[in-house]
Every structure is written in C-alpha cells, then in structure tokens.
C-alpha cells in the first residue's frame, strides 16, 4: 500500500485533541475550513502572544499513524487519530524525512506545503502523562529528535478523506532538512 490518509480531523474550538470527521475541506492559504488555527497570520495562542502578525505556517498538522503504534507499544499511550490535534493522519510515509518545501497532494485536488515540525509543548504531557517525552527524544549523536508530526500551508485546496492517496513532490536540491515551526 502507499502513502494514504488514514484520518481527518478539525475543531472550531480550542481544544487540544480535535474529533475526526468523513472529511475535511482544505482552502488554499488559509488551511481547514471551520479550525480554530485556519487563517493567514498565526492562530496557535502562544505564537499570537509573541506576535500576532506572523505568517501562519501552522495552517494544517500532519502526524504519522505509525506514531500511534509506537507510543503504544513503548510505554502503553493510547493515542488515535485527533488525539494529538493534528488535521491529517497519514500511513506509508516518512512524513519527519521530508524537506522543507515538500508538495503533498491528498487526494485529487488538495496540495500542502511543508514548513517545518511541530514544535510539542507540555499540553502533550497534560493529555497523557509522560508521552511528551516519546515524542521528543534524541538520536545516538545527542541530537533532539521531534517525532509529534510535521506543518504545512495549504497551497490548492481541496476535500481530503481517509482513504484518499498521498502523492510526494520533492523540491529542487539541495534540500533543506525541517526545523520546526
């Protein structure tokens, strides 16, 4: 099987998880109609305290399905799509190797943008005790490793829909690895 969404989820609300839906509709520069982070200018509360004018590379949250499974079986966290309030959950796709700059299209029409990886905060640990620290860890050179899924911006909007297929457009080289956002 390839690269596939396997979930949709999105919340007018504030909230740290966000319910799975039959669909979501993606709009160009903006991100998921109807979520409480769409717009063009930053919408997560702290980085609109920073400050609000900032760009909004956060527009759409993409986490890995494989993730789930191995925060399951290393410490017991049940985790499902939404849980950790992300927009897309995908399988078959190393979303934390991609290249800032990666084209994704779910689906027939919709294409997002990466920009970078989530940036875990200690909600994480608020939602499941101790799970913020299987989603941040290091590698064998010491390295801080963020494995909570990675952002994008929505460049063609679109309905998504678990089911539809993932397509992957590398940008030109040399290829910038992601930093978070």
Do not use: W
Not at 21 to 44: C, F, K, P, Q
Not at 56 to 61: P, S, W, Y
Not at 116 to 127: E, K
């Amino acid at each position: 099987m390839g690269a596939a969404v396997t979930a949709v989820s999105s919340n007018g609300e504030y909230a740290f998880t966000k319910p799975t839906r039959e669909s979501i509709t993606l709009l160009a520069g903006l991100g998921v109609e109807g979520d409480v982070h769409a717009g063009v200018t930053v919408r997560h509360r702290s980085r609109v305290a920073q400050d609000p004018t900032q760009p909004n590379l956060r527009q759409v949250h993409l986490i890995h399905q494989e993730l789930f499974d191995e925060v399951g079986a290393a410490a017991g966290h049940e985790v499902s799509p939404g849980s950790l309030g992300e927009n897309v959950t995908t399988a078959g796709i190393d979303l934390l190797a991609l290249p800032t700059g990666t084209l994704l299209r779910l689906g027939s029409e919709a294409v997002v943008e990466v920009t970078g990886l989530r940036n875990p905060c200690a909600q994480i640990d608020a939602f499941r005790k101790g799970l913020l620290k299987q989603v941040v860890g290091r590698d064998e050179s010491g390295a801080v490793v963020y494995k909570a899924g990675i952002m994008g911006v929505v460049r063609t909007g679109g309905v998504v829909r678990p089911g539809d297929p993932i397509t992957i457009e590398l940008p030109e080289r040399p290829h910038r690895p992601l930093e978070r956002v």
